[in-house]
């Protein structure tokens, strides 16, 4: 009997001692330069595709803790214009291209994503509550 409880002491001592090395260690030097995890990235979605969202996304696409995943506009040419607008935009940034972004012609598909941390509302003032 001493010699198993001898060996769950060593493995909690090791198992322990593991823990601390992995929670010791910086993020950075798993993941590698400018490395952010997904959990600390807000993925947004914008309600909206016209003059103003082109303005807010140019300034929420600079931020590397932020992410832009979807779109919803009534209006079709504008949203293909936004997602194209978005794409070019990470294609050029990041290296590779985002190909994930989607468009929603109702509203309310998007905000059902559960992926999607926040939500810009970018349409006339009259739409802002409904939304």
């Known amino acids: 009997m ?3 409880s001898l060996k769950r002491r060593e493995f909690l ?3 322990l001692a593991a823990m ?3 929670a010791i260690v910086p993020r950075h030097v798993l993941g590698g330069k400018n490395f952010i995890a997904p959990s ?5 979605g914008l309600i909206g595709a016209g003059k103003q969202s082109r303005g807010l996304a140019g ?3 600079k931020l590397p ?3 832009l995943i979807a779109a919803s506009d009534v209006y079709e040419a504008k949203l293909n214009a936004f997602k194209g607008l978005v794409e070019k935009y990470y294609a050029e940034n990041t290296g590779k291209g985002f190909k994930g972004f989607s468009t929603y012609k109702e509203y309310k598909e998007l905000l059902e994503r559960s992926d ?7 349409t006339p003032d009259h739409w802002h509550a409904v939304q």
């Open 2 to 4: 001493e010699k198993n």
């Open 13 to 15: 001592s090791k198992s």
């Open 20 to 22: 601390a090395t992995i």
């Open 40 to 44: 600390d990235k807000i993925v947004l």
């Open 59 to 61: 300034q929420f696409l």
């Open 65 to 67: 803790d932020a992410q």
């Open 116 to 122: 999607i941390d926040a939500v810009i509302i970018a």
